[in-house]
């Protein structure tokens, strides 16, 4: 299966900024998605990001707030825009192995709090 | 619209006892179901999925399309199996999945 790396682990960042989360996969992959995990909650898909095309954002989630990158095959950006406290959560990303049901694999997430 | 519904939000049991964690959904079509686990500090990794049919760790789950659900069992728990557990759907026709809330297992020695 894909192995996913994401960075950063976690950070802890001001109001009002911004912070950009980078997620690299060891091998092509057709869809990225992100997904956003609240203290003491379920997983929330927030978008799926196709290569060379927009991301396709869920109910609730907008490009402005949560700006999608996928340049090409293994790698996609999330950025979380004009961060307040409520953004603080866990940032996941995911892809899917195959199309034959074997399941999505999972970045190891991004712990953010926002003070 | 699709839905995952899993009822407990804690379920505890002694070692050696048997488990089930249930799953119900919502979906009008024919949906892949999977199941998924978090062990403390460790990233979400798939533990079942329906298609294949196999027991992984001793954990079963059985798709029951009559009652829509997609509930994972094991005969004997041991204290490993402490995490948390998430039930998730992927629809025919797409490719993202949903997840359940989530249930977390605790087992008593």
């Known amino acids: 299966s894909a192995v996913i790396s994401q960075k950063p682990s976690r950070d802890i960042c001001q109001r009002g900024t911004s912070l950009t989360i980078q997620c690299q996969v060891d091998?092509?992959?057709?869809?990225m998605f992100w997904y956003r995990q609240q203290p003491g909650q379920s997983l929330t898909l927030i978008a799926t990001?196709?290569?060379?095309?927009?991301?396709?954002?869920e109910s609730g989630f907008v490009i402005d707030k949560f700006p999608i990158s996928r340049p090409n095959l293994t790698f996609s950006t999330l950025t979380v825009s004009n961060m307040s406290p409520e953004d603080s959560s866990i940032y996941l990303c995911?892809?899917?192995?195959?199309?034959?049901?074997?399941?999505?694999?999972f970045g190891s997430g991004t712990r953010l709090t926002v003070v | 619209a699709q839905r995952v519904t899993q009822p407990e939000k804690l379920l505890s049991v002694f070692k050696g006892a048997p488990v089930e964690l249930k799953c119900n959904y919502s979906?009008?079509?024919?949906?892949?179901l999977f199941w998924y686990v978090q062990y403390s500090r460790q990233r979400l990794q798939l533990l079942l999925r329906h298609i294949s049919r196999e027991s992984i760790k001793g954990f079963t789950a059985d798709l029951n399309k009559g009652e829509t659900s997609f509930h994972l069992k094991k005969p004997f728990a041991q204290e490993e199996d402490s995490a948390m557990y998430y039930c998730?759907?992927?629809?025919?026709?797409?490719?993202?999945?949903?997840f359940g809330s989530g249930t977390r297992l605790s087992i008593r020695p």
């Open positions: 091998s092509q992959v057709t869809m």
């Open positions: 979906y009008s079509g024919s949906p892949e």
């Open positions: 998730a759907l992927r629809g025919s026709s797409a490719s993202k999945i949903i």
């Open positions: 990001a196709n290569q060379g095309s927009e991301a396709t954002y």
């Open positions: 995911s892809v899917e192995v195959d199309k034959q049901g074997f399941g999505y694999t």
